[in-house]
């Protein structure tokens, strides 16, 4: 059994329990807290099944808050289990429900990583693609992005496995400078064009290193 597969058995596994749940309440048997927690599953479900087929589902940027929601919420029942007495049933449910919300939270939280190339758009893998060949030619590209009185310089280099990107950004209140590292080149790509406004037309491969 393949891992993707493995991933989808599971993504299948929650979507069950989501139905279960659904049922449940239509039928009267759920309060208005449960029928708060299925529209968290919903939506923790959906995440799961897009990091199991590798598809971008909604936002990235909504994906780490509600891991650490769930999660959060998978130790305060623990906590709540060891501090009340409680039946063996409801023993039972407290440390099942939490082993699974933990479990679906550090998928969600992996999944919520912007630098993968799934979160990227077509127009981003074909520039990604350029950048690689240009950066396989040379260690570093320079650019610059003029827009009135602002200009944004970049250096961007290969760095192991790893793609750098060294920004400044000048303005009239002042000049700001910052690093960072990505694992794959679609991330950089979105990177330069969202805090530079740099595309990769602008670079242009230095004539001496």
């Keep these: 059994m393949t891992l993707k597969r493995a991933y989808c058995l599971l993504a299948a596994f929650y ?12 039928m009267g ?74 479990l ?25 693609r350029r950048l690689r ?11 610059v992005h003029r827009e009135g009185e602002r200009e944004n310089h970049a250096n961007v280099f290969k760095v192991g496995n790893e793609y750098e990107a060294n920004i400044t950004r000048h303005s009239p209140d002042g000049q700001e400078a910052f690093t960072e590292r990505f694992r794959h080149p679609e991330s950089l790509v979105f990177f330069l064009e969202k805090f530079a406004s740099i595309s990769i037309n602008d670079f242009q491969q230095p004539t001496a290193q």
């Design 15 to 26: 979507s069950l329990l989501l139905v279960i749940g659904v049922i449940a309440v239509l």
């Design 29 to 102: 048997g759920g309060t208005l807290l449960a029928a708060v927690y299925l529209v968290v599953g919903f939506f923790a479900v959906l995440g799961l099944w897009g990091a199991s087929l590798q598809r971008s589902v909604m936002n990235p940027r909504m994906w780490r808050p509600l891991a650490v929601a769930l999660g959060a919420g998978g130790v305060v029942q623990f906590v709540l289990m060891l501090r009340m007495p409680v039946s063996g049933v409801t023993l039972t449910w407290i440390l099942t429900s939490s082993i699974f919300a933990i």
């Design 104 to 128: 679906l939270a550090v998928m969600l939280y992996h999944y919520g990583n912007r630098d993968q190339p799934l979160w990227a758009t077509d127009t981003e893998r074909n520039d990604a």
């Design 133 to 143: 060949a240009m950066l396989h030619q040379q260690t570093a590209l320079t650019a």
